[in-house]
């Protein structure tokens, strides 16, 4: 009974330490979201005084108001949209049907391609701007949100199809063969069992390609020359000049940057839930 109580204590025990590294973790992580949002509601004077202020007292909306009236905010934000609507589309129909036919196929090369898709994945991305940047500027590409668009695709359509793989394998085949056998077609029993199953896959996935799209800097920064083309991660760069860095309404700015990250993931964080119960229900 003894030994028993001493188990039970020890294991509270390395739970509350292990609770406790987790939050202070948390805390480490979220301190940088919280300067932000804080920095942004900040007056300049508080902004930058020696002793730091933790919580904006008084609060103004002057950054955020000048960061919307900055020059080309609303052609930056179109382009965003545009490079991210059809990065994500694009990537999701491409790798599933690549997806679908590595891991439900056999045919030659099949193994190396998936060699070639780890390997894709291991080569930095600042590697591959001037290659990329001579195939764009031969295809007259450069300063096209259509050069930026491809130029997406070669590391987000990667890892979209080995992700998708890996879903794709988990789901049995002999669900579809029931299908077939109840007469269903081959087209039929994709549409009926394989893509309702797949939906969990494919919005984790396209929160992944959402995020690396709407964030990425470096390649949109050297493709895109003229400032009503670029991106909202570029545009963010004009906050810092010559005279020094303003940096309330670049704070402001990166909060509203931010947001349609967090809205696209707390919308689609339900789906993904649902798409799970319904797959378990369904298999």
């Given at each position: 009974m003894r030994g028993s109580f001493d188990v039970r204590n020890r294991r509270n025990r390395q739970r509350l330490v292990a609770n406790a590294i987790g939050l202070v973790v948390l805390a480490v992580m979220l301190f940088p979201v919280y300067w932000m949002i804080a920095t942004s509601f900040k007056p300049g004077r508080d902004i930058l005084r020696f002793d730091p202020k933790w919580w904006p007292s008084p609060w103004t909306l002057d950054n955020f108001s000048d960061a919307i009236h900055r020059p080309y905010f609303t052609d930056n934000v179109k382009n965003s949209a545009i490079v991210v609507g059809v990065v994500v589309a694009?990537?999701?129909?491409?790798?599933?049907?690549?997806?679908?036919?590595?891991?439900?196929?056999?045919?030659?090369?099949?193994?190396?391609?998936?060699?070639?898709?780890i390997g894709v994945q291991m080569i930095p991305?600042?590697?591959?701007?001037?290659?990329?940047?001579?195939?764009?500027?031969?295809?007259?590409?450069?300063?096209?949100?259509?050069?930026?668009?491809v130029t997406y695709l070669t590391f987000v359509l990667p890892f979209t199809v080995w992700t998708l793989r890996g879903f794709v394998m988990g789901i049995p085949p002999e669900l579809e063969e029931a299908a077939m056998v109840d007469g269903c077609t081959r087209f039929g029993a994709f549409l009926r069992i394989l893509l309702p199953l797949i939906v969990p896959g494919l919005v984790a996935t396209s929160i992944f390609a959402f995020v690396q799209a709407w964030n990425e800097f470096i390649f949109a920064y050297v493709i895109l020359a003229s400032q009503e083309n670029q991106t909202l991660t570029v545009w963010l760069a004009s906050f810092t000049t010559s005279r020094g860095t303003d940096w309330g309404p670049l704070m402001a700015a990166a909060t509203l940057t931010s947001l349609p990250v967090v809205i696209f993931f707390a919308l689609v964080q339900r789906r993904v839930a649902f798409g799970l119960t319904a797959g378990a229900v369904r298999g």
């Open positions: 694009l990537s999701l129909v491409i790798g599933f049907l690549a997806a679908l036919a590595i891991a439900r196929f056999r045919f030659y090369g099949r193994r190396a391609f998936i060699v070639v898709i991305a600042t590697a591959l701007i001037i290659p990329l940047y001579v195939l764009l500027a031969r295809a007259n590409q450069v300063d096209r949100l259509s050069g930026v668009i």
